[in-house]
C-alpha cells in the first residue's frame, strides 16, 4: 500500500522559505510521477510541481516558476524547496503519486492522474 507523509510546514514571513517533505512508501511500481498540490478553502486542488521518475523531468506551475524547486533522494523523499514566498503561496500542501510513465510530453500531470494522496501540511506565509 503507497503511503504518503508531508512535513516541514509551517509559518513564515515573505520573502522567506520553507522546504516541504513527501516520504513516500509501498511504491512498488516501475514508473510514476510525483506531485505537489495546494489548495485554500472555497477554491480547486492546484497543481504546483511534478517529477518524473522515467526521465527525471521536473515541472512547475507558473505561479511558482523560479521560486519553487523539487527534488528527490534515493529513499523515496520528495522535496518542494519554496523560496520567495509570498501570502498567496498560503494553502494546504499535498504530495500526490501517479502510477505510470509520465515525462516531457506530460508537463504538469494533472490531477485527476494521481490515485495515491498524503494528508497534507499547512503553510502560512504573513504579509
Known amino acids: 500500500e503507497v503511503q504518503l507523509v508531508e512535513s516541514g510546514g509551517g509559518l513564515v514571513q515573505a520573502g522567506g522559505s520553507l522546504r516541504l517533505s513527501c516520504a513516500a512508501s509501498?511504491?512498488?511500481?516501475?514508473?510514476?510521477?510525483i506531485g505537489w498540490f495546494r489548495q485554500v478553502p472555497g477554491k480547486e486542488r492546484e497543481g504546483v510541481s511534478c517529477f518524473s521518475s522515467s526521465d527525471g523531468s521536473t515541472f512547475y506551475s507558473a505561479s511558482v516558476e523560479g521560486r519553487f524547486t523539487i527534488s528527490s533522494d534515493a529513499r523515496n523523499t520528495v522535496y518542494l524547496q519554496m523560496n520567495s514566498l509570498k501570502p498567496e503561496d498560503t494553502a494546504v500542501y499535498y504530495c500526490?503519486?501517479?502510477?505510470?510513465?509520465?515525462?516531457?510530453?506530460?508537463?504538469?500531470?494533472?490531477?485527476?492522474?494521481?490515485?495515491?494522496w498524503g494528508q497534507g501540511t499547512q503553510v502560512t506565509v504573513s504579509s
Open positions: 509501498g511504491i512498488d511500481f516501475d514508473d510514476y510521477a
Open positions: 500526490a503519486v501517479a502510477p505510470g510513465m509520465y515525462g516531457e510530453s506530460w508537463s504538469l500531470v494533472p490531477l485527476y492522474e494521481y490515485d495515491y
